[in-house]
């Protein structure tokens, strides 16, 4: 059934023509019966094809697009690939170097944002321009919107370097500014006052009010907090050794060496452990554990297996539920870990040992994130050495 050199037909539907290209044989079908006017259709395209060979303007592309050896000899092998099949090729090939809950944000950020909005667009099309609208109509903080960029930001490196995709990164010079409308302690710290704190513990389960009491007077880490164990207490010393973190349902090392330290135990966090105790003492394992996950008709018994928190989204509900019956304005519980440090600089504790009970760094890391925040919980900052220039300047006239 063929029509001419390279021109035949592959099946009932389809018709198959050959030319040379780059040294190589390619054969393309067509989706076309064949029959006399497709025939001669398929062999003027063959012409144009070699015709456009020889003269250096064939896009390989541009004739086929579905061709699986388009990405193999496209111009522009960005217009080969969509930025979900990229996202796709990504998160394939970097899945066992990430850890599972990191995998597990990454592809919730990539199926929930990023393919919605750009999963059927070229990656040739992609551009700064278009991700700063996308960042000029958000209204969450900048670290949320961090974290939705960074998939995107690893896929399109991976598609400079290894896969050659592109010659060079199109949004690698991005930068987020914080949104407008959106004040710094909306995005960092937006401490509790000791009067709002006492609102809100009654309004909560035992276990879980316990839990934010001690969280309140410890400024433990989420990931710490969720992780610690009685056997991490010691009672005689009053402190509590921070060794471990949680993620998801794995147990890892602090995220910095600092974050490996003794913390003291002031005397309302060790209450909230004694308040802790019926629930979960004689377990031998976390001190904080999910009382829904306790057996129905168990609820209200101590001692009694149920699970460890598995991160912060089922203490977020039960929280958001207490500081509304409690009138109290919303922030998220990690605030509390906030509060704690601007608590203790607010009555000038020691800034060095602040910082060692965080699990700070060093000291600079805890004034540059908390001390401007200082003079807005106490209106009477400066004025102790204003009183006192005053006296002195008075006791040389």
Same mark, same amino acid.
């Given at each position: 059934m063929g029509r001419g050199t390279g021109v035949r037909a592959a099946s009932a539907s389809s018709i198959e023509i050959t030319f040379e290209y780059r040294g190589q044989r390619c054969r393309e079908k067509l989706k076309l019966p064949p029959n006399p006017a497709n025939f001669k259709y398929a062999a003027g395209l063959k012409a144009t094809v070699e015709h456009e060979i020889a003269v250096g303007?064939?896009?390989?592309?541009?004739? $086929?697009?579905?061709?699986?050896k388009v990405?193999?000899?496209?111009?522009?092998?960005?217009?080969t690939i969509t930025v979900g099949e990229l996202l796709t090729d990504w998160l394939r090939d970097t899945r066992a170097s990430l850890e599972p809950e990191t995998y597990a944000d990454y592809s919730e950020y990539v199926e929930n944002t990023w393919r919605p909005l750009l999963g059927k667009r070229w990656l040739s099309d992609l551009t700064a321009a278009w991700v700063y609208q996308w960042i000029g109509e958000q209204t969450v903080s900048k670290k949320r919107i961090l974290n939705l960029l960074t998939p995107l930001r690893q896929a399109?490196?991976?598609?400079?370097?290894?896969?050659?995709?592109?010659?060079?990164?199109?949004?690698?010079?991005?930068?987020?500014?914080?949104p407008a409308g959106i004040g710094e302690s909306d995005v960092l710290i937006d401490p509790f006052t000791a009067e709002e704190i006492e609102a809100i513990l009654p309004h909560l389960e035992p276990e879980l009010a316990a839990m934010c009491q001690f969280w309140v007077w410890t400024g433990l880490r989420v990931g710490e907090l969720i992780a610690l164990k009685w056997s991490d207490i010691d009672f005689e010393r009053g402190i509590?050794?921070?060794?471990?973190?949680?993620?998801?349902?794995?147990r890892k090392a602090p995220k910095t060496k600092a974050g490996?330290?003794?913390?003291?135990?002031?005397?309302?966090?060790?209450?909230?452990?004694?308040?802790?105790?019926? $629930?979960?003492?004689?377990?031998?394992?976390?001190i904080f554990q999910d009382p829904g996950t306790r057996p129905m008709g168990n609820n209200h018994a101590p001692n009694r297996a149920i699970a460890p928190w598995a991160n912060d989204k089922q203490i977020r509900v039960r929280w958001a539920a207490a500081l509304k019956a409690a009138g109290v304005r919303y922030r998220f519980p990690r605030q509390l870990r906030h509060t704690y440090a601007s608590w203790m600089l607010k009555f000038r504790e020691d800034p060095a040992w602040i910082a060692e009970q965080m699990g700070h760094r060093n000291v600079g890391v805890t004034l540059e994130t908390y001390a401007k925040y200082i003079p807005a919980m106490n209106p009477n900052a400066g004025m102790g050495a204003y009183a006192a220039i005053m006296a002195s300047k008075k006791g040389h006239d």
């Open positions: 303007s064939f896009d390989y592309a541009r004739h $086929f697009p579905k061709s699986r990405r193999k000899f496209a111009n522009n092998p960005a217009r399109v490196r991976y598609a400079v370097k290894p896969r050659k995709l592109l010659t060079e990164d199109p949004i690698g010079k991005l930068t987020v500014k914080r509590a050794r921070i060794t471990k973190a949680a993620r998801g349902n794995r490996v330290r003794e913390v003291k135990l002031l005397p309302p966090a060790l209450e909230a452990l004694q308040r802790a105790k019926p $629930f979960t003492r004689l377990l031998h394992a976390e």
